[in-house]
């Protein structure tokens, strides 16, 4: 099956700094990837969808300027958190689909803890 | 709107049959995504359906009905490894992932 991977897999911070965060497709061509965020006990929430070579297109309220995403090439997206603040303190999950078959398979997710 | 309704939780006995009922409402439809998450770990790839009917994967079997906008999750001969949450996706005309809330299924001996 289709593996993504995620690194690094857990990471604390300082408040102010900066954390980026790689996503990986590593057997297939990731056409379009997904970052989503996800609080203890609630349901993920997606934050942007990014296609190769072009700009990241972002969920309302999530600001394009703190998560930066970055999809490079056809396995491989960013995802940075500037400056960020204990709120910022989540679990990040990115997922990559080609354009057939549709469903997304999912990296392991990135716990952050910015203190 | 776009909506995605699953109960939130569910319990059920060791050995038993369980199902997980799913309701949606998109704009356009391209297919009813079913995934596994367990406590602490991202969701892993169940089941896609994009034509009505069952299908059937192992333990599992998943069931679509598009004129309903209706969409189950069967699990059969419960393990306690089952016990996790559940999420109904449902992929829109955009071919967007809208997700439901999840159903956390526990399971007891």
């Known amino acids: 099956g289709a593996v993504v991977s995620q690194h690094p897999s857990w990471v604390i911070c300082k408040s102010g700094t900066s954390v980026k965060i790689e996503c990986r497709s590593l057997?297939?061509?990731?056409?379009?990837m997904f970052w989503y965020r996800q609080f203890p006990k609630q349901s993920l929430m997606l934050m942007a969808t990014s296609n190769e070579g072009s700009k990241a297109t972002y969920e309302q309220g999530v600001e394009k300027d703190k998560f930066l995403i970055n999809h490079a090439s056809l396995t491989l997206s960013t995802l940075t958190v500037t400056s960020a603040h204990p709120e910022d303190s989540s679990f990040y999950i990115c997922?990559?689909?080609?354009?057939?078959?549709?469903?997304?398979?999912f990296g392991p997710g990135t716990r952050l803890t910015v203190t | 709107g776009q909506n995605i309704d699953q109960p939130t939780e569910m319990t059920a006995t060791e050995g038993a049959i369980v199902q997980i009922n799913c309701t949606y409402q998109t704009s356009g439809f391209n297919g009813l995504f079913w995934y596994q998450q367990h406590a602490g770990e991202a969701p892993t790839f169940l089941s896609y359906n994009v034509l009505d009917g069952l299908e059937e994967k192992g333990r599992f079997s998943s069931f679509l009905s598009r004129s309903k906008g209706y969409s189950y999750l069967l699990l059969k001969e419960l393990q306690m490894k089952d016990s996790a949450s559940y999420l109904c996706?449902?992929?829109?005309?955009?071919?967007?992932?809208?997700w439901g809330a999840g159903t956390k299924l526990i399971i007891k001996p």
């Open positions: 057997d297939f061509q990731a056409t379009t």
């Open positions: 997922s990559a689909r080609d354009r057939e078959p549709w469903e997304q398979y």
């Open positions: 996706a449902a992929m829109d005309s955009n071919y967007q992932l809208i």
